[in-house]
């Protein structure tokens, strides 16, 4: 298990950016697929984008696609969601959450995939 803490969220005008950063602990961070996750009031919760564990791959929702960026640096045990040209409809709380299962290159969409979360970070953006 890792121990997962996201910050970088804030209050953006649309067509801003922010960047997104989850801090891990644990070493065995670099051998776990990491996704981003967003909730928005009264919704449930949906998948942004996944890296896995070496970072050889990434994967999008379609509602995010050219526009938000997942990356990672396993020597600073760390995943990084950048999000470009905001829109209102990206307004939501953020996580950072770790796949279940090491070494994975799999993608992984469903938050019963992911064992590890972290406790979000809110991020809205103003029309």
């Known amino acids: 298990q890792v121990q997962l803490v996201e910050s970088g969220g804030g209050l953006v005008q649309a067509g801003g950016s922010l960047r997104l950063s989850c801090a891990a602990s644990g070493r065995t961070f670099s051998t776990y697929g990491m996704g981003w996750f967003r909730q928005a009031p009264g919704k449930e919760r949906e998948f942004v984008a996944t890296i896995t564990w070496n970072g050889g791959s990434t994967y999008y929702a379609d509602s995010v696609k050219g526009r938000f960026t997942i990356s990672r640096d396993n020597a600073k045990n760390a995943v990084y969601l950048q999000m470009n040209s905001l829109k209102p409809e990206d307004t939501a709380v953020y996580y950072c959450?770790?796949?279940?299962?090491?070494?994975?290159?799999?993608?992984?969409?469903?938050?019963?995939?992911?064992?590890?979360w972290g406790q979000g970070t809110q991020v809205t953006v103003s029309s």
């Open positions: 959450a770790a796949v279940s299962y090491q070494y994975s290159n799999s993608y992984y969409f469903n938050p019963t995939d992911f064992g590890s």
